[in-house]
Nanobody, 127 residues
Framework: QVLLVESGGGLVQTGGSLRLSCAAS????????MGWFRRTPGKDREWVAV????????YYTDSVKGRFTISRDNAENTVLLQMNSLKAEDTAVYYC????????????????????WGQGTQVTVSS
């Protein structure tokens, strides 16, 4: 099993920046596709970003393109989400997720493509 713990959330004004971190234990992340999701009240988890096991490929949902950057450091067993130019609509609980790339063949834009989840970290963007 893989234990994922997110950190770095908080309160920030519109236009500000935050960097979320996801630290993993139990297994190394080298074989896992890593993603970030977010959830707001009354909605299902929304896919935000994904990075391939080696870090060579990244993809983002349209609403965050050009503002968010996902990265990983497999030696440190961490995944980051740099969030810039934050907007009020970015307010949500953000979750880190790991998908076993040997078990899934999907696009990793759905929650069903992931096997392990963190507890989430709250991001609040105020005007």
């Amino acid at each position: 099993q893989v234990l994922l713990v997110e950190s770095g959330g908080g309160l920030v004004q519109t236009g500000g920046s935050l960097r979320l971190s996801c630290a993993a234990s139990g297994r190394t992340l080298g074989a896992y596709t890593m993603g970030w999701f977010r959830r707001t009240p009354g909605k299902d988890r929304e896919w935000v970003a994904v990075i391939s096991p080696s870090g060579g490929s990244t993809y983002y949902t349209d609403s965050v393109k050009g503002r968010f950057t996902i990265s990983r450091d497999n030696a440190e067993n961490t995944v980051l989400l740099q969030m810039n130019s934050l907007k009020a609509e970015d307010t949500a609980v953000y979750y880190c997720a790991a998908g076993d790339s040997s078990l899934h063949s999907g696009a990793y834009t759905r929650a069903i493509d992931y096997d392990y989840w963190g507890q989430g970290t709250q991001v609040t963007v105020s005007s």
